[in-house]
């Protein structure tokens, strides 16, 4: 992922679902509607957002630092600073009290009090150090390292590196399985990578060549599904054991995350192009696209409550670049500089 999404706008109707569809799941898929905005302010970058269960807490990658805000009152209680080559992944560690996130521009990544805020350590990754992720099999955190297409794998208890993982080509984000597996996005070879995480060695690699540029990827552990959102427009459903595309969906354009509501079985892409692609899980094999939420341009990323459904996003306001070309996205229109903001999307009865 990146931060170029910051260069996209607003869009109308925030609280308005945009389309719905089949009539059969009218009654059970909640609508959503934006509740609550939270003005993060500058810097007007941003990436990944992550929501920590156990703390209610969210983490949002916001430029130089990560701007923590609380997921139910939306109180902001501080940022974690000193990363002025931009943040991008964040990870937190269960009962270790302490999270991590990256420095993308120096290719490092950084360990810091969840309590404080306050930097641990920094540690050596690569360049464009991009997602991080906690696997809850191995103890391990993955930074991926996206254009060199490398893993940094991390030893929480010692804040060192315990292995560098060669992909191969450009990778996007990742997903642990709670199985022993982590799996990434290759972007560059429109694939899914297999890691197994007590070896630290790829153990499997699936092309999906439907998927142009994947970037978001979620899981359902339950069903052994894995969810792909792609740039053209589609996303992609695996299985996550044999690698075969099991169904392929229509999402909005420009998408940059996906997510899982394991409790309403949804799946989420957050769309550049202001909205919010939900697509209903009936069971393993059948898949059927439901809504399209409004939301707002740019809002690219995203995390999911699982206990309430809340989804959270973060845009900023802008202006339309006369002088830019209409089809160059990253220039078409100018952020009105201190607006970036967290959205609280919460799904209604």
């Known amino acids: 992922m990146d931060n170029r999404f910051s260069y996209l706008s607003v869009a109308t109707c925030l609280a308005c679902v945009i389309a719905f569809a089949p009539q ?23 990436d990944f957002v992550v929501f920590d269960p156990a703390s209610h807490k969210v983490f949002v990658a916001h430029g130089d630092r990560v701007t923590v805000v609380d997921g139910r009152t939306g109180t902001i209680l501080g940022n974690v600073e000193g990363l002025p080559g931009g943040t991008h992944g964040i990870a937190i560690v269960p009962g270790a009290e302490r999270g991590y996130t990256d420095d993308g521009r120096a290719g490092t990544a950084a360990s810091f009090d969840l309590d404080t805020l306050k930097l641990i350590t920094t540690i050596k990754a690569d360049a464009d150090a991009d997602a991080v992720v906690f696997d809850p099999t191995s103890g391990h955190v993955f930074v991926v390292d996206g254009d060199p297409g490398k893993l940094t794998v991390i030893d929480p208890k010692s804040d060192s590196v315990v292995a560098t993982i060669d992909a191969g080509g450009k990778l996007e984000t990742a997903v642990a399985g709670g199985n022993g597996k982590l799996y990434v996005n290759g972007e560059e070879k429109k694939e899914i990578i297999r890691v197994d995480t007590a070896t630290n060695q790829i153990d499997a690699r699936w092309s999906i060549p ?11 552990p339950e069903a052994h599904r894995l969810f792909s959102s792609c740039a053209n427009n589609v ?7 044999t690698g075969a595309t099991v169904a392929t969906l229509p999402i909005g354009t420009r998408s940059d995350a996906a997510a899982f509501d394991p409790k309403r079985k949804l799946i989420f892409s957050s769309n550049g192009d202001g909205t919010l692609s939900v697509i209903a899980e009936k069971d393993a094999n059948s898949f059927v696209t ?37 089809s160059d996205f990253r220039h078409r229109y100018v952020v009105t500089p201190g607006s970036a903001k967290l959205l609280f999307l919460d799904p209604t009865p």
Request: charged share 15%.
């Open 24 to 46: 059969a799941f009218a009654q059970s898929t909640p609508l959503y509607s934006v509740t609550k905005t939270v003005v993060l302010g500058a810097p007007d970058h941003w």
């Open 290 to 326: 439901v809504a399209s939420v409004a939301t707002k341009q740019g809002a690219r990323t995203m995390a999911v409550d699982p206990e309430s459904g809340r989804v959270f996003l973060v845009a900023a306001d802008t202006t339309l670049n006369p002088s830019a070309d209409p």
């Open 210 to 220: 439907n998927c142009t540029s994947p970037h978001g990827l979620a899981i359902d």
């Open 235 to 241: 996303l992609v459903v695996v299985d996550e054991d």
